[in-house]
């Protein structure tokens, strides 16, 4: 299974240590250990002894390394006297082995047959000791294994796989069967009765997906059906059409076969959640298998990573971005309504290849410094809004917002009445095509001043939107600045003379020495 870096895993577990009992044990080497610690010194000799050596490539600190180490220690447990044999390797400390051995990620399981050190068979992240141990059973096993009970099946709170086919040595039953070793995590069934295909009114060599005692879906099975496009139906319908973003579910989003993922940020604590999610959630049913559906509370403090990530800030929810993990280019919903239509034609124009990346800077625009009001992005933002010798006003606006459109007639104005000042600048910049870093707050359009000083500040204006206003708060910034202007001039000369006799001081101390 494809591996991916994982974002925003962000809880670690803690460990604690308890006593042993008070009478000494004998020490156990590392390779008595019932799961064996390998290093660059020992990893052969292991190899040669196990006929099955299952290994744990891992990295300390890491919450899924943790799980995982769990899971190995009960399953190796289990496993005593058996030809298989756990072991992990702290691929912080033995970065060259890891390096000879070409792992890659930060959980990678392999196992190892035979000796052989350079064709190990890949083992998916388990998510307890239960999952070792079944796909170790499945590697071993045949399709026969997999029959069971399905009024259980059907009874479970977890997803489960039954394949209804007419003969159980058929291929069908091959791609299924080698699709469940690979997805060791959820329940399969095989069945050949006539009864259970009468009951569902289906027709053989077909795959049905039951979740919470339902039939969620069906899926055909075709000559042209491989274990590959099986895995990426079941995984993709295991999920809701819509997942919260959380620490338990990151892994599961990360690692998903489709590689499509629109999210979408919100305060689930505010009004208009709701009716948002459930727009959200119409849509995704849609684009099952093409894009998968997430949301993000933008109020919860654990998510400042992935906010982070896609620079969004949590006055600027709700948004939609759209990101491919492939390349990870960025897509921007253009659009304050968030219904069902407007989210469906944007994923369309996604997948049509419509949409337009929101990047980290728009092209700079012909004579963009020339007009009354100066038209920024991304490159031009900081340098000419932190220019010490220039008071900077700007609008940050969103181009499809009524609200921030309704501002630029103001803005025109305002330019127009300070267009003798000489070191006074009205500007503008589309915030929905370039990434601000800035630590902004408050809803767009959103109008800052940047005062003419070395410090680079920031005054975010929050009075009546009227010119006289605006050229009284900007005239009030600028006296202010003017103060604490003579007194950064100070500091720097200081600083600079300061600076000037250590340098005279040490050109001295050379001469001395010579």
Known sequence: MRSLLLLG???????????????????KTKEED??????????????????QLLVHFYTPLSGEGHRTSAAFEDAAAQLRGSEVKLAVVDVSKEKDLAKELKVTGLATIRLYLSGDKHNPV????????????????????????????????????????????????????????AAAIELPDINFNVTESDEIIT????????????????????????PQTSKEMLIVFITVYQMDPV?????????????????????????????????????????????????????????EPRNGRIMEYFRVREFEAPLIRMVNLTDHVTYHLPSDTLDVKTIKTFCQSYLDGKAKPKMQSEPIPEGWDEQPVKELVGTTLEKVAFNPNLTVFVMFYLPYSAESRAVFALW??????????????????????????????????????????????VVVYTGNRKVKDLVKFLDKEMAKAKKARVKEDEDRRKYIEAAKAE???????????L
């Open 199 to 222: 009951k569902y009114g289906l027709t053989h060599d077909v795959v049905l997906l039951f979740k919470k005692s339902k039939l969620i879906q069906a899926y055909k099975m075709m």
């Open 243 to 299: 997942t919260e973003y959380t620490g338990e579910t990151a892994t599961q989003i990360l690692t998903s076969p489709v590689l499509n993922h629109a999210l979408l940020f919100v305060n689930k604590s505010s009004a208009g959640f709701k009716e948002i999610h459930e727009a959200f959630k119409s849509s995704a049913e849609a684009f099952r298998m093409k894009i998968l559906f997430v949301w993000v509370n933008v109020d």
């Open 34 to 51: 019932e799961v064996l610690q390998l290093e660059k010194g020992n990893f052969n000799r292991a190899l040669r002894k196990h006929k």
């Open 503 to 513: 340098e005279a001081k040490k050109a001295n101390k050379s001469k001395d020495e």
């Open 122 to 177: 890949a083992c998916p992240v388990p998510k307890s000791s239960a999952s070792i141990l079944t796909w170790l059973k499945r590697r071993s096993g045949s399709a026969a294994d997999l029959i069971a009970d399905l009024s259980q099946s059907e009874a479970s709170e977890e997803l489960t796989v039954v394949g209804f086919f007419k003969e159980l040595n058929s291929e069908y039953v091959e791609a299924f069967y």
């Open 9 to 27: 895993l962000t809880a670690f577990c803690l460990w604690v240590i308890v006593a042993a009992d008070k009478q000494p044990e004998k020490k």
């Open 412 to 457: 025109e104005e305002l330019a127009e009445a300070l267009k003798e000042r000489e070191h006074v600048v009205v500007a503008r910049i589309d915030a929905s095509a370039n990434n601000i870093n800035l630590s902004m707050q408050g809803a767009y359009p959103s109008l800052c001043l940047f005062p003419a000083l070395y410090a680079e500040r």
